[in-house]
């Protein structure tokens, strides 16, 4: 049976049609996927941990003055968890204090950049660089006089510098519980008192893993 001319064209334009149809739905569904690994990828705090990687850098919605506290107490805090941490190169001997050691350090060196982020766009001062030294046992750090409790004095510092092996050890561990004991107190403060989601849900994970923290280095002591 015979074609006719008009026909032919009329089927090659539907079929360019059907074509260009396919390519624009296949270039759609692409870039919505790029769309979405991109957003994935740049939300402030992923995979930094559990406690970073539920708060985000520059928290929106409100904040009251127990957020500002937690932040600007709890970053000096962490720093000088740090610097005990970054002792156990070269002094401990018991692999499960050098994992926790490891570990500290990891988790709470992005929280810091998390909670500095917090102040600056909460128009608020960032603690002192000294705040996290401890060399005076009590000082105040609250702009409401509270102590931050669980900080290390200059002379535990220098006693924990000075030891090595199981002497270290056992003094990392129980300094150590002292020292998330304090930030677990001032997580469950900002809990209870603080108004920004964000600041709340990084308490909460604080609060998970140093008392999970706390319990390891307990067993720790215990065969030590």
């Known amino acids: 049976m015979s074609v006719s001319s008009s026909t032919v064209t009329r089927r090659r334009t539907l079929a360019a049609v059907g074509t260009v149809a396919a390519l624009a739905l296949t270039l759609a569904a692409c870039g919505s996927s790029e769309s979405s690994k991109s957003d994935s990828s740049s939300m402030p705090g992923m995979g930094h941990g559990s406690a970073t990687a539920a708060a985000s850098a520059a928290p929106g919605g409100t904040f009251n003055a127990a957020d500002v506290e937690f932040a600007q107490q709890m970053i000096p805090h962490h720093q000088q968890a740090i ?62 006089g509270s102590k931050m409790p669980g900080m290390m004095s ?31 107190t001032m997580a469950e403060t900002e809990r209870k008192k603080g108004a920004n989601a964000d600041a709340k849900k990084l308490a909460d994970a604080v609060i998970t893993a140093q008392t999970a923290e706390i319990e390891k280095m307990n067993k720790i002591i215990a065969r030590l």
Do not use: C, Y
């Open 83 to 144: 610097e005990m941490a970054k002792l156990a190169d070269g002094r401990a001997a018991d692999p499960e204090i050098k994992t926790l050691a490891a570990a500290i350090e990891k988790a709470q060196d992005p929280e810091i950049s998390t909670m500095k982020g917090w102040l600056r766009s909460w128009g608020k001062p960032l603690p002192a660089a000294s705040a996290s030294m401890g060399d005076m046992p009590g000082m105040d750090h609250g702009s409401n």
């Open 154 to 184: 200059d002379q535990d510092m220098r006693g924990l510098e000075a030891a090595k092996g199981k002497d270290f050890d056992k003094k990392f561990a129980q300094l150590m519980i002292g020292h998330h004991e304090g930030a677990v």
